[in-house]
């Protein structure tokens, strides 16, 4: 945290150098050079830290990354039988609407054929 505060306080003679420069219509170029070479320091005293702060979260990315796939994975393998689920529920539905169809049939003939 210190590192980053400090690299971000390095940057301010940089851009004050930058503003300046640019107010006064010289060109910024010879007079970030300073600036920029004072950053040099603090940006490879960062390195280390910012690629520690990056393998961690790597670490972590890769982890979620794999939990993620792995549930997607079981929801593929789930899916692969929803089409034969799908299948054998419509022809329960089927043959459960076939069967009231030949009830209600049975229902209406036996009332016709006791003279009802």
Avoid: D
């Avoid at 930058?18 to 300073?34: E, G, I, R």
């Avoid at 794999?66 to 393998?77: D, E, K, P």
């Amino acid at each position: 945290m210190w590192s980053l505060l400090r690299f971000l306080w390095s940057f301010i003679p940089c851009l004050w150098s930058f503003v300046l420069s640019a107010w006064s219509h010289v060109p910024p170029t010879w007079s970030l050079v300073p600036s920029l070479w004072s950053l040099v320091p603090s940006v490879w005293s960062f390195v280390p830290r910012l690629w520690y702060f990056a393998s961690r979260k790597w670490s972590l990315v890769s982890s979620v990354w794999s939990l993620v796939s792995s549930v997607w994975s079981f929801i593929a393998y789930r899916w692969s039988f929803a089409p034969w689920l799908c299948l054998i529920y419509s022809h329960k539905k089927l043959f459960k609407l076939q069967e009231q169809r030949s009830n209600s049939i049975n229902t209406e003939l036996n009332y016709k054929s006791n003279g009802k």
